[in-house]
Structure formats: C-alpha cells, structure tokens
T-cell receptor, first 112, second 108 residues
C-alpha cells in the first residue's frame, strides 16, 4: 500500500507570493492533517480535514488555508508569504480520529 | 489545551548502550504515538500506544495513562537510531499536540 505522498518536496518562493502544497493520503484514509515544523516553534498543528470538512484548526493566521477533495486528497495554501513561513510542512493521514497517523516526507518551503 | 513535555532534550550515547525517553502530558488522551524523525525530515511511526506496553525489536514503549506519562526504551542502540524522537498526544475531540522532542546522538 502506497504511503502518504506530498508534492512538491522542495520549493523556493519570494515574499508576497502564494504557495499550494498537495497531499495524497494512504488509500482508504479519510482524515488528513497538516503540520508546520520550524526550529523555533517545533511541530505545530495547522488543520485537519475529514470527509471534505475541516474538523480542527490550529492557531495560524487566515493566510493559511486548506481543503480536502472527495478522493481525500488535500491541499494547503499560504498566501502573501512571509520569511517566517519558511518551514517543513508535513501532512499526515489516518482512517479516523483516535487511530495511528502516518506522515508523508514533507514539503520544504523556503521564502526569500 | 494539552501540554506535552519530553525529557531529556538531548542524549548522547555510545553504540550498544540503552536509553529511556520520557513523555509527560497534562490531560487524558485518546491517542499517543512515538515518532522518530530521520535526518531527511520524515516522521517514522514507532508506536501507537495510548495505554499499555508494546515491543518492536530493540524498541519498546509503555504508557501509564492514569499517571499521564509514556516511556520509550531503546536497547543496544545503533548509529542509525540517531535523530529526534517525538511524542504526540491527541485529546478527545482535539488535534494532535507534539512534544519538543529528544535529540538522540549515538556515537560509533
């Protein structure tokens, strides 16, 4: 069974631009969650989607948004990029809440 | 929300040594997992262990939910065990909260 797939793996953007990251969960998993990892703040929860509905949202500004499609694939978007948005963005999937979650390899975003 | 602490923050071992990593959490949890983050950034799932004890090769974990802590044991450590170990907990109806991690360095 294929694991969680994230694209792109690496990207460089300029301040003020916007970026879209994609996540394909493990087949059969309906829950997708996103995390931001930075050296200073550690791993922080962004949001979770289940069956196309956002179930939880972390404490991030409105520039961070996401969605989930009917095939459970998810995207997250960051608008008006700031230097502080440079981070590793990780996506995880699970069958449902309370189950084991599995992470993708992450997308490394650098904002210059 | 739930607070998660991990200790020690850093650990340096000689190959072959044993170690114990600890995770304390502040409230009842629905889910607790241990992860190993490799040098390339990927989080590898080690254990799903909201309670009880599990073993997988040289690694084992114990969670005492009533006392709100979990322990990860690494025996006969190898250089490939190096990396950061995270504990993550999920409260009922809440999102996952990660601890700050324990950075393990195993020296040859």
């Amino acid at each position: 069974k294929a694991g969680v797939t994230q694209t792109p793996r690496y990207l460089i953007k300029t301040r003020g631009q916007q970026v879209t990251l994609s996540c394909s969960p493990i087949s059969g998993h309906r829950s997708v969650s996103w995390y931001q990892q930075t050296p200073g703040q550690g791993l922080q929860f962004l949001f979770e989607y289940f069956s196309e509905t956002q179930r939880n949202k972390g404490n991030f500004p409105g520039r961070f948004s996401g969605r989930q499609f009917s095939n459970s694939r998810s995207e997250m978007n960051v608008s008006t990029l700031e230097l502080g948005d440079s981070a590793l963005y990780l996506c995880a999937s699970s069958p449902s809440s309370g189950n084991t979650i599995y992470f993708g390899e992450g997308s490394w975003l650098t904002v210059v | 929300g739930i607070q998660v602490e991990q200790s020690p923050p850093d650990l340096i071992l000689q190959e072959g040594a044993n170690s114990t990593l600890r995770c304390n959490f502040s409230d009842s949890v629905n889910n607790l997992q241990w992860f190993h983050q490799n040098p390339w950034g990927q989080l590898i799932n080690l254990f799903y262990i909201p309670s009880g004890t599990k073993q997988n090769g040289r690694l084992s974990a114990t969670t005492v939910a009533t006392e709100r802590y979990s322990l990860l044991y690494i025996s006969s450590s190898q250089t490939t065990d190096s990396g950061v170990y995270f504990c993550a907990v999920e409260g009922y109806g809440q999102n996952f909260v990660f601890g700050p991690g324990t950075r393990l360095s195993v020296l040859p």
